[in-house]
């Protein structure tokens, strides 16, 4: 039997949002090379972006979503070439008892896998950050101003990663799912959703490719404090 191997890339960090450095610094086109599933944010945190089958979805404050260019760039965001390990059908379940049945079922508590949810939704909860504009605000505040969207009755796709604990800072601790309905009605960060129907797909990650902007001086002089990084992030995700 071929032995498994999955991949995962990253740019940025979450950690590197925290204190403001939303300036994008690598273009989706180049982010695509890299993967065609994923989730992250565009420049100035303008938004949540969705990247289903090598389409880059932007969901935005105003409730609109759009296909971001290839010019346009992320200073954080997550992707990956599909190559699912486990299925299974999930019914009537909140969003609590499908993360909880995912970590009780299968030993992947402590690497980084990816999560695909294709299906109907009783109800779906997201969040959509807006757009800023510099001087740059810390991610927490931006976090407190976001837009929340509510829908019931929708199919769609969820799409995200969980990552371990001991990764904290490089991505958000545990799960992280976005979500783009199908008629487009509604996307963005999940806070919250119900699952009437659906399949999940997962993939688990034997290789982590963590790319950092090395040619954006911002991100160089930057003075990352972690004291209360962790709280920060927890806050924000939430």
Do not use: C
């Not at 797909?201 to 954006?216: A, K, M, S």
Request: aromatic content about 10%; hydrophobic content about 40%; glycine content about 8%.
């Amino acid at each position: 039997m071929e032995k498994y191997e999955s991949k995962v890339f990253q740019h940025g960090t979450l950690g590197m949002l925290v204190p403001g450095l939303f300036n994008g610094t690598m273009t989706i086109e180049d982010l695509l090379k890299h993967g065609d599933w994923g989730i992250g944010t565009a420049s100035g945190l303008d938004g949540e972006m969705i990247v289903l089958d090598h389409t880059p979805y932007l969901a935005q404050s105003n409730g609109e979503i759009r296909v971001l260019k290839a010019e346009e760039k992320v200073p954080f965001a997550t992707v990956h070439f599909e190559q699912i390990k486990d299925k299974f059908t999930a019914r009537n379940l909140t969003k609590k008892e499908l993360e909880e049945h995912i970590l009780k079922t299968y030993p992947y508590k402590n690497v980084f896998f990816a999560v695909k949810i294709v299906g109907k939704f009783s109800a779906v909860k997201t969040r959509v950050v807006e757009k800023q504009t510099r001087p740059y605000k810390p991610l927490l505040a931006v976090a407190n101003e976001q837009a929340v969207f509510e829908k019931s009755d929708v199919s769609g796709t969820v799409i995200g990663y969980f990552a371990p604990k001991m990764f904290q800072g490089m991505a958000a601790p545990g799960f992280h799912l976005h979500f783009l309905a199908d008629d487009k009605s509604i996307g963005g960060h999940l806070l919250n959703f119900d699952v009437s129907e659906a399949t999940v797909y997962l993939q688990p990650f034997t290789t982590i490719d963590q790319h950092l902007p090395l040619d954006n001086q911002e991100f160089l002089d930057k003075d990352l404090d972690i004291a209360d990084m962790h709280d920060q992030i927890k806050k924000a995700e939430g």
